[in-house]
């Protein structure tokens, strides 16, 4: 935002703009729009128009272009069809496809792998009389007793 947003003169402005619009007949932002385009410059892009490109819109050199070009009126179209050389992107999709499915396939076999060796694990487990929740009140463990001689 400038320093001339904050001052009267933009209010004063804003006012002109909208007295200026309603006195044509036209929108604020109209008038604003004709004012930062001088009407020479409309005129000149108006009178462009009227004749037409000068030359062609195409990059492509005149003697690069093809002449089988679709028409409007149905004499001389091109058949529709699939890209030349199409067949080749889509025999290298369904190759990629393969891979991938056997990618899923490898990753879904290892870890059902997996998920058993750790059940069979777990259930396997050795079982011991030892609790490391278990709390020694005073008591010194068992394997730490002195033998006594009976």
Known sequence: MSRRDLTCET???KF???AEAKRRGIEPYQL???QAV???LIRDIVADARNGISQSASLIPDRQRSNDRPRASGGGSVPLGPPPGIEHIDRMVAHQDRI????AARVRIETALV???MEEKIQNRAKTGYDH????DNETPSCHREKSDD
């Open 115 to 117: 998920e058993t060796m």
């Open 133 to 136: 929740l278990q709390r020694y």
């Open 32 to 34: 604003r729009a004709a």
């Open 38 to 40: 001088g009407d020479q």
């Open 100 to 103: 991938d499915r056997a990618a």
């Open 16 to 18: 002109d703009v909208e």
């Open 11 to 13: 209010a004063q402005d």
